[in-house]
């Protein structure tokens, strides 16, 4: 209901490895990432700038567009243009018989993908600059994960779609391993990606589920790159699939430059469940660990990382949301900052501060409150400079919100 719960949703969709759905395994083992194998044949197509495409939100570094959701049968899909500070309505869309998949972009064109409800029509809307919609169905189940300036991916189970936006033909590649893991996001060209690598098949089905267990627990989760122009692999590095101790939890934030950037979760059960995020990378030139920084919690806080991204590129990541503070960490300089927020409250009340996403021109977009969209409680938004705000001003240029 809330605009900012959902706007935090699909960005930490957009950097955590989403797990892929469960596929009947091959008899076989994965083959090692070292000597990856090559699909069936080389893609003829160029691949450009990766990015990975979430249901309900996109980010231009100018723009971003959003579906918001109301509990209306038709909803409006808007874009906020970051250097006039106006958000419009594109095109209205029918929730009656449309569920969301991704929203993207290429050139001025905003696409939005879609399925009906049971899965029987799968389709996406074109909606050009000069304010024309265009809906065209796709010939067979496609759920878009990644795209560029060339055609929308989707990267799941064992094969790679690729849906081309000039043509608009469907193409298919098999996956040169088995045992998708889950998809992280994007590094230029390629995807980061994970796989179950372990000696025997993974177990699928109901009444498996103990054996599956049983299998992972000796398994290896293995990171690499996937190029879709060759439909090849590249490892970047492996570690065990459970971790050594279970209180922990490790996310993928973003990379920049060479490095990967993950969070670390440790919560102690023996000191009234404190717990610690840590900001961890690995540098892929290097094959070396190393810790960034860390936030202890004081009790009582939200502690789930949130990172900021800028032209593909993890820039910025909120280590901690306590009650009327966030601890930021900046991956351009090094430094910790702490800002002043007022939390989201139940009865849409608060909501102020909190960071949305970095523009091309060296603003902010945070949260300013609430205004009311058909009855329902929506995020307002706001600008300000990332260097003011860090600081901890809150001189705020008003973002002028679409209304009906």
Known sequence: MRKLVLLLAAALALTACTAAPEVSSPAEAAPPAETAAIGETAAAFPVGTLQMAIPQVMDTGTASVEITFTGLETEPILKLDYATGVQTKLCDIDLSRQIPVAIMQHGETVEY?????GGTVFAHTAIRPDGSVEEQTVPEKFYPNFYDEYAA??????TCKRLDWQTGELTTAS???VQLDGTCGAI???VLLTRVVSDTPLPEGEGNEEMRDAVLQNSLREYDLYDPATNTIEKVFDEPYYPEDHNEIKSYLGYCGDKLYFGVTYTDSAAAFSTRNTLVSYDRTAGTWQEECSADSKGGEYSNFWPLLQDGQLRLVVLWRGKDTLTLYSID???RYEVPYEE??????????FPIALT???CILVTDGYIDRSGVAASRYALIDLGAYLAGSREYTAVEMWTE
């Open 175 to 177: 996956l040169p391993f």
């Open 153 to 158: 991916y989707d990267i799941w189970g064992t």
């Open 344 to 353: 989201a409250g139940s009865d849409a009340t608060g909501n102020r501060n």
């Open 360 to 362: 091309d021109d060296g």
């Open 188 to 190: 230029g060209s390629k």
């Open 333 to 335: 300089n090094g430094a």
């Open 113 to 117: 993908f879609w399925d009906s409800e």
